[in-house]
């Protein structure tokens, strides 16, 4: 019998799920799973992240046919109203070091 574990944290389990769960079962049915990540802009800036490569919830939208991606100003777990408003997660680096309004990032779709 094989097992998937999930994150007790509604968040973490979303984003694991995105991760690692949607392309198993895509390659268990037989398919390729290629995430939805695109290039965007940011829309507000980001303060520097530590040790670890994190995912941030954020409204993606299209301003003159470039996506702009505004993460929400709150990223607390609780928050899961924000989580449902999110149509992608922000892709941020180890270390990545602090960024402003209008710098490039990347981000994973989930709609």
Not at 58 to 78: C, H
Request: proline share 7%.
């Amino acid at each position: 019998i094989r097992c998937i574990g999930l994150p007790g944290n509604p968040v973490a389990s979303l984003v694991c799920s995105q991760l690692f769960l949607k392309p198993l079962l895509a390659r268990l049915g037989g398919r390729n799973h290629r995430q939805d990540i695109r290039p965007a802009r940011l829309g507000a800036a980001m303060p520097a992240n530590d040790l670890r490569q994190d995912y941030v919830r954020a409204v993606v939208r299209e301003d003159d046919g470039a996506l702009v991606a505004t993460p929400f100003g709150i990223q607390d777990s609780s928050m899961l109203r924000m989580l449902a408003d999110a149509n992608g997660l922000i892709v941020r680096a180890p270390f990545a070091p602090a960024a402003a309004a209008g710098e490039a990032c990347s981000v994973l779709m989930l709609r």
